[in-house]
Each structure stands twice: as C-alpha cells, then as structure tokens.
C-alpha cells in the first residue's frame, strides 16, 4: 500500500501518549481504515468513535458500517433493504444502531404514544430476517408487508415467512434421546427478524437474542420457540409482545427442519392485534429508546408479561362475573335517563323485502318534531355550530333480541361538523368505522344531526338519521348493513377515545377519495373504450356496406 500522501497529520494535546509510546495520530489514515477499523465489530466501532476526533471521522465512513451489516445479517445484501437503508439519516450506521441494541421496553413519554396517528404516508414494512443454528446462517429471506389496505388495517397482523410446504434443515438430528431434541434447539437457534420503515428511515429488530420460551406441541409433538420482545401498548393499554415463533420438527432418527416462522403483536388478552393497531405499536417502538441486549433480561420482561397476562385474565374472569349487577345498574340508569332526558326507543322490522333491498336509513324524529336544546343563536351567527359541535353528545345503541347483543354506532364527539350549503343548519355527524368484511373495505356507521334556528331563537335538533355509508358514498341496502352490523356486534372492543375515533373517520375519508379517484380513472378509461369500439363498428360497416355496393355494380 503506498504510503504517500499529500495531507498531513495534525497530533492534537489530547492525543499525545503520556506514556511515551507511540500516539494513534502518528499512524496514517489509510493504514487505521483499512487494517484496523475494518477488523472490529460494531460495538467496537461504535466505542472507537469516542476515541479522537480522527477516530470519529474515519469511524464514519458508510463501508465500514456497510460491512458489519452484512456480515451480522445476509438479508441487508438484498437490494430492496439496500435501498431502504441508504435513506437512513446516517446510512447503514443508523441502521445498524437501530436494528443491533434491544428495544426500550416502556415508551420515551405517554404522550408520545397517545398522540401518535396512523400514517398513511407508511405504505410498507419490509422484513429482514435471517436464522442461525450454532451461529452459522441456515436461511435468509426479505418479505414486504403492504400497510395501506382496509384487509391489512382490520385482520389480524400475522407474517408468515415459509411459503406453503417450505422448510429448512438444521444440522441436529432427533436421536433415541425422543423430545430432549427441544433443549438442543432452543440453546442453538437464532433468530433476527429487523423491522424497517422505508418512509420513516427507522428499523426494529423484534426478535429477542435467545427463546424466550420453549415447548413442546400440545397435537403435533413438535418444538415451538418464542423469541419475544415486551414494549409498551401507548396510553392504558398495559404491554403487547412482538413474537417471533418457530416452529421446528421431524421424524424420529431424522433431521431437525424448521417447518414454520410467523411474527405477530399479541397483547395482554391473548389476542393478536390487528394491522392499524400493531403499526401504531411498532412505529412507537421505532422512535422509542435503545438497551444492551441482554438475554436475562429479555426473558425476565417476557416472565412479567405472562404474569401480567394471568392477572388481565383473572381480572376479566372477576369483571364477567359482576356483569349481571352492572346489567341491572345500568338497566335502572337508562329508566331514569329516559325519565329525564329526551330518549326515543324505535324497532325496526328486517325480515321484509323492502328493508332488505332498499337504502337502510332510520329517523329519528317525526315530522315537524323538534328537539329544544339550551343553546341560543346570538349575534355571532354561525359562531353556534362549533358550540353545538362541542356540546351535543349522541349515544345510539342498535340491539338485536334474538343474538343477544348490542352496539352504541354512534362516536363519543362528533367527528365532522358543518354548515348545510343550501339551509345554512348546522350538521354534525356521529360515526363509527367497521370493516365492510371481504374486500369491502370500510364502512361508517353514521349518526348525522340537523340543528338550527332563527336568529335570537333557540337552536333546536330538527333531524337525526342514522344510516350506513361505503367508500363509494353509497348507504348501503338493509341486507348489507344487518350483514355488517351483526359483524360488528360480534367483534372485539376497544376503550373509547373520541380523537382515535375522529383520526379513524379522517382515515375513511382519504381512503373514500382515493376510491373516488380510482372509479373516475375507470370511467375515463371505459369512456376511451366505448369510443374506439363505435368508431371501429362504424368503419367496419362502411366497409361491409361499400364492398357490398361493389359487388352489385361489378355483377
């Protein structure tokens, strides 16, 4: 290596060996990038930095980081990851300081978490995951998850990383030893399965440095590990773990084959969280703090969720057990709500061909009803609607008799408030978004209230609708709202938050007019076919016809 150079060395005091050996500045830099820097692993690296501000500037250099990341996981070399990571603030540096430490198990603040929002902009996760038996790689694969679908949103968040009937071999064989094959594998295995947000330039490596937890299958006899990381769920929603479960089998006297991985976000119920839900919790985990991995304290943390998951368990068995007291006490507080309030109880007949096949729609009011509310119209005119909007509240509970549920359709606040173009009443919409179920997409469930009044009066609620909406704006027939409805009543539930309700109906409308768009492409593209089809009918009439008459005149 030539050693020439044109720039020169500059040895600063902090720098100078005290000791009377040879400073670090002294050796050139081309010599430190080249045989040293790229001798050390990424922590090493990493504390090099701290050194000297040479050691820093060279430390910096993307190739050196470039190289621990594909030597510590072959799925980095992938292209699409490539891609991906060369947007990172600081390339494949801040890669790897996201994906190597362990992810902070409580949030950076509460009101980091609550305040987070679905973003829409996040259009895809892409997974990067690799194996290891004995610390020698035995499979890596890159998968791409699409975030912006209604099917992704709502359905349980499950990845699956071995396509149908795919499996990898290990190097253990499941000798005359039986079920002690489990042991061997969970001391063994590793797994890395690293998160990254291409929009936000984050990464998340979810997997835990060891099993977390290993057992035997109750039906199949097979060895299922857990590699578990426990974060924060955001707000009062306890701990969630992202796992990561293999599952590993064969035939007596045979090898060892991994025959199943799949990564999901469980919280404290058992349940495996849904797609909006499991983003909102890993984008936190993104931006949240950074640990030591330690495999201790991994399966400690994973130790007290179990425990934490036994008590939310116990506490719902003791809380389905006072429902039939809270029935009564909420039976005999809705007595005296309607003694007191304005209540209207109506039922509606679903059996009849004409509820199922026309638009469902049910009103409220009668003709000419009203409703007197305490609010007056003063000289601020229509200074009144953003009043009514914070002080009107809407519960509308749907009840069917025969399965024995309920749903309250109607949002905490009202979710979208304006003034009617041509009567200048104030409307406010209650609503709630579902799953339309299939591929329907979402639909709003949707309370819309008229008030108004003159001026000086008092503002009276003139009419209350309550109707199902798709994302098309069409209100849905009776036979598809009972569908969804019924659906509905069936699901989970979730703690009411009238500022994730408002995000989810602000979500509907983007998604309502990306439809809208994409249907008004189609008619443009439909009216270009039509076009073509009646000039390519006309001319081949003309020709028909003109050959005809040439026939007739030649003979």
């Not at 149908?164 to 002690?180: H, Q, R």
């Not at 994973?302 to 006490?329: H, I, N, W």
């Not at 209230?449 to 098309?472: A, K, P």
Request: with cysteine.
């Amino acid at each position: 290596m030539s050693m020439s150079s044109s720039s020169s060395i500059h040895t600063t005091p902090s720098a100078i060996d005290h000791g009377g050996g040879t400073p670090i500045t002294a050796i050139h830099q081309d010599i430190i990038q080249s045989h040293i820097l790229n001798r050390l692993d990424g922590r090493t690296l990493a504390s090099t930095r701290c050194a000297s501000s040479q050691l820093l500037s060279l430390s910096n250099d993307d190739y050196l980081w470039k190289d621990i990341c594909n030597s510590t996981w072959l799925s980095t070399t992938d292209p699409r990851v490539a891609d991906a990571i060369s947007a990172f603030s600081t390339g494949h540096r801040s890669f790897y300081s996201d994906a190597f430490p362990a992810v902070g198990r409580h949030c950076q603040s509460k009101k980091t978490i609550q305040q987070l929002v679905l973003d829409l902009d996040t259009s895809e996760l892409i997974s990067a995951v690799d194996i290891y038996f004995d610390g020698e790689l035995i499979y890596s694969k890159v998968l791409v998850t699409e975030t912006l679908s209604a099917w992704f949103l709502n359905t349980p968040f499950r990845v699956e990383l071995l396509d149908t009937k795919e499996t990898v071999a290990t190097p253990l064989n499941i000798g005359s030893e039986g079920f002690a094959y489990i042991s061997q594998v969970e001391e063994r295995l590793r797994v890395s399965w690293i998160l990254i947000d291409p929009v936000k330039k984050r990464a998340i490596n979810v997997a835990s440095q060891k099993a977390v937890e290993a057992r035997r299958h109750w039906l199949t006899e097979d060895a299922q590990l857990r590699y578990a990381t426990v974060v924060a769920a955001g707000g009062d929603g306890g701990l969630v773990q992202c796992g990561i479960v293999v599952t590993c089998g064969g035939n007596y006297g045979g090898e060892v084959r991994v025959r199943e991985v799949i990564m999901q976000v469980e919280d404290m119920e058992g349940k495996i969280m849904t797609g909006m839900d499991s983003l909102r919790i890993l984008v936190a985990a993104m931006e949240g703090r950074r640990l030591r991995r330690d495999s201790k304290i991994e399966k400690d943390s994973y130790e007290m969720f179990l425990k934490m998951k036994a008590r939310c368990r116990e506490r719902k068995q003791r809380r389905e057990k006072g429902l039939d007291v809270v029935f009564v006490a909420t039976g005999i507080s809705i007595f005296f709500g309607i003694m007191i309030f304005f209540s209207k109880v109506l039922v509606t007949e679903t059996l009849s061909a004409w509820f199922l096949n026309t638009p469902f729609r049910v009103e409220l009011l009668d003709t000419k009803e009203t409703v007197a509310t305490p609010l007056n119209i003063g000289s601020e005119g229509f200074a009144y609607i953003s009043q009514v909007e914070e002080r009107l509240r809407v519960s509308w509970i749907l009840i069917d008799p025969v399965k024995k549920r309920a749903i309250n359709v109607a949002s905490q606040k009202a979710v979208e408030a304006r003034r009617h173009w041509l009567t200048e009443d104030a409307q406010l919409r209650y609503a709630t978004v579902v799953a339309a179920g299939g591929d329907g997409g979402l639909v709003q469930c949707g309370i819309v209230v008229t008030c108004g009044g003159n001026y000086g009066g008092e503002v009276r609620v003139r009419e209350v609708i309550m109707q199902v909406e798709d994302m098309e704006g069409k209100i849905m027939t009776g036979m598809d709202s009972l569908r969804i409805l019924v659906a509905a009543m069936e699901g989970r539930r979730l703690r009411r938050d009238s500022k994730i309700e408002k995000d989810s109906y602000e979500m509907f409308l983007k998604m309502k007019a990306r439809c809208r768009e994409r249907k008004q492409r189609r008619e443009k593209g439909l009216d270009v076919v039509f076009v073509a089809t009646g000039i390519s009918i006309f001319f081949g009439i003309m020709i028909f016809f003109l050959s005809r008459l040439r026939s007739y005149y030649l003979g």
